[in-house]
């Protein structure tokens, strides 16, 4: 199941850069300009758990909508592992 690792490992890279997006434009790093649309790219990432995160207090809004793609790293890693095991048998 090589071509489930890729997919989990660009789903994880895709992450990370979005993260760095996302801190890059936040607090204006590298001589950027401070951009409030910095964290846009979480935004499909994260989907649709990142729906749900207006039932949560306001101030924990930011913290879940940067954890939300790992919900699907999860999800994905599961179905990754559950594929290879059914190859196996």
Do not use: H, T
């Not at 204006?28 to 846009?40: K, M, T, V």
């Amino acid at each position: 199941m090589k071509l489930c690792k890729i997919v989990v490992g660009l789903f994880a890279a895709l992450w990370v850069f979005a993260i760095v997006v996302l801190l890059i434009g936040q607090f204006g790093l590298f001589g950027q300009e401070r951009d409030p649309l910095s964290g846009i790219f979480l935004m499909p990432l994260g989907l649709p758990w990142n729906r749900l995160i207006d039932a949560a207090p306001e101030g924990s809004w930011p913290w879940l909508a940067a954890l939300a793609p790992l919900i699907n790293l999860v999800l994905l890693s599961a179905i990754c592992r559950f594929l290879g095991n059914r190859a196996v048998k």
